[in-house]
Nanobody
Framework: QVQLVESGGGLVQAGGSLRLSCAPS????????MGWFRQAPGKEREFVAA????????SYTDSVKGRFAISGDSAKNTVYLEMNSLHAEDTAVYYC???????????????????WGQGTQVTVSS
């Protein structure tokens, strides 16, 4: 049984930083594309970042480029989302997602991912 468990969310002031973690069980993330998505109240779930199975390819939505960084630690089987210079507009529930792949591609649509975590709340106060 695959489970993705996110942690690291919380309340932070604008300009601050948080690091989210995603610890999958039942899968080895180096065989999967791993993605981070977020959903704010009343809005659709949107892509934030993704990392290929090798870790060589990453992708970000434009609004977080230069502020967020996705990375993976194969020894800990954990994927991270480092978030810096947070804005109030970054407030959302953040979800980790996984898709098995044999390619080096990354994906940015929710429908392209198979497994999802329960989400972790990030609140940025202005």
């Amino acid at each position: 049984q695959v489970q993705l468990v996110e942690s690291g969310g919380g309340l932070v002031q604008a300009g601050g930083s948080l690091r989210l973690s995603c610890a999958p069980s039942g899968l080895t993330f180096t065989n999967y594309v791993m993605g981070w998505f977020r959903q704010a109240p009343g809005k659709e779930r949107e892509f934030v970042a993704a990392i290929s199975r090798s870790g060589f390819t990453t992708s970000y939505t434009d609004s977080v480029k230069g502020r967020f960084a996705i990375s993976g630690d194969s020894a800990k089987n954990t994927v991270y989302l480092e978030m810096n210079s947070l804005h109030a507009e970054d407030t959302a529930v953040y979800y980790c997602a996984a898709r098995y792949t044999t390619s080096g591609n990354v994906y940015n649509r929710p429908t392209e991912y198979t497994y999802w975590g329960q989400g972790t709340q990030v609140t940025v106060s202005s």
